[in-house]
């Protein structure tokens, strides 16, 4: 039976459509091996999952360009000449040294207007001849601290010469108390004492044992000087109240081996002080502090400091026997009392 045309036309229709099946397998297949492999092959990316601020997150990323620390170092084993000329040929200005000196404004550098102590201060009385100048110089710069004290009154209200006196005492044995232990009392001594005058006490405590202790006052304390200043600007005042202290001490220090260096803790002293404080009245939270002290040029002069010192080791001195054969024992003469020469 022979086959006709509808049997070719079927057979071709059958055919593509075997081909279209299997071409949708096969991209099915690759879908499905595509996947599987993007599966395997992922990785998480570095991208926000919201796009928004996008620029905004981009700014916290900052691009910090390194220093080449090979040319660095290789700039450090040039000669100056060497490295004069590569800054030369690199457009470079030589370098400058700057020494900045730091600025503390919560306190003054020194004593403006220090106090002069009339000579004999503590020994000579009011009635004699130099008492009796003292009391004079005394009033002739009674005037500006009066003016002095009127500007601090402005700011402090409650200020009294009288009473400050009393305060300063407490204040300045507080300080020297506590300088028994500076470690453990450092911030209360900061506290008490302006920047400029912590060094200065703490200068050499460090490996010594300082034992202080107050017996009593001779005299009551009183305030012989006051002055105001400015520093930068007129509205940024500063006040220094110099305050006279006559009071009985004892003190010892001790160095670092437990040996007595200075002074006795049962020997009682009579001990004549200016102790100047200072205050940032401007500041509303400044407050009195010990800021310096001045000793005058008649005070005489202090004990000297037992310091403890090691033994030199020297070593032997060997007989040189040259020297021993060029000694010549020299005979007594039958001359008596002439005298005596020796010959080599």
């Not at 599987?36 to 996008?54: A, D, E, L």
């Not at 300082?210 to 001779?218: L, M, T």
């Not at 000087?225 to 007129?234: A, I, Y």
């Not at 040996?259 to 404080?277: A, F, I, P, W």
Request: charged letters at 30%.
């Amino acid at each position: 039976m022979a086959a006709g045309p509808y049997f070719f036309v079927w057979a071709t229709a059958l055919r593509c459509r075997l081909q279209h099946i299997q071409t949708g397998l096969l991209e099915r297949s690759l879908q499905t091996h595509l996947l599987r492999k993007q599966q395997v092959m992922f990785y998480p990316t570095s991208k926000h999952y919201n796009p928004k601020f996008r620029k905004e997150r981009a700014k916290k990323f900052l691009k910090v360009d390194l220093p080449n620390f090979d040319k660095i170092r290789n700039d450090q084993k040039l000669s100056p000449d060497e490295l004069r000329i590569k800054m030369k040929k690199e457009g470079k200005q030589p370098p400058r040294t700057h020494q900045e000196r730091t600025i503390n404004i919560s306190c003054t550098g020194g004593i403006f207007e220090a106090y002069v102590p009339p000579e004999g201060d503590g020994k000579s009385s009011l009635v004699s001849t130099k008492g009796a100048k003292q009391r004079l110089t005394g009033l002739e710069k009674k005037g500006t601290s009066l003016m002095s004290v009127r500007k601090i009154k402005k700011y402090l209200a409650d200020f009294d010469t009288k009473e400050f006196a009393q305060e300063a005492q407490d204040i300045v044995m507080e300080a020297h108390k506590l300088l028994e232990n500076v470690k453990e009392n450092e911030e209360r001594l900061h506290e008490l004492v302006t920047e400029k005058a912590y060094p200065e006490l703490t200068h050499g405590l460090e490996l010594k044992t300082f034992k202080w202790n107050f017996v009593g006052s001779i005299e009551p304390p009183r305030v012989v000087h006051v002055r105001v200043t400015d520093m930068m600007s007129k509205e940024n005042l500063y006040a220094q109240v110099t305050v006279r202290l006559f009071t009985q001490q004892c003190l010892a220090i001790y160095d670092r081996f437990g040996r007595l260096m200075y002074g006795s803790e049962n020997v009682v002293k009579d001990v004549l002080e200016y102790v100047v404080l200072e205050n940032h009245i401007s500041n509303l939270y400044g407050h009195w502090r010990i800021h310096s002290k001045i000793i005058p040029e008649w005070m005489p002069s202090r004990d000297p400091i037992l310091r403890t010192y090691r033994l030199p080791e020297f070593e032997a001195i060997e007989d040189d026997p040259e020297e021993e054969d060029e000694n010549v024992e020299v005979k007594p003469s039958d001359d008596g009392d002439k005298p005596q020469f020796a010959t080599a």
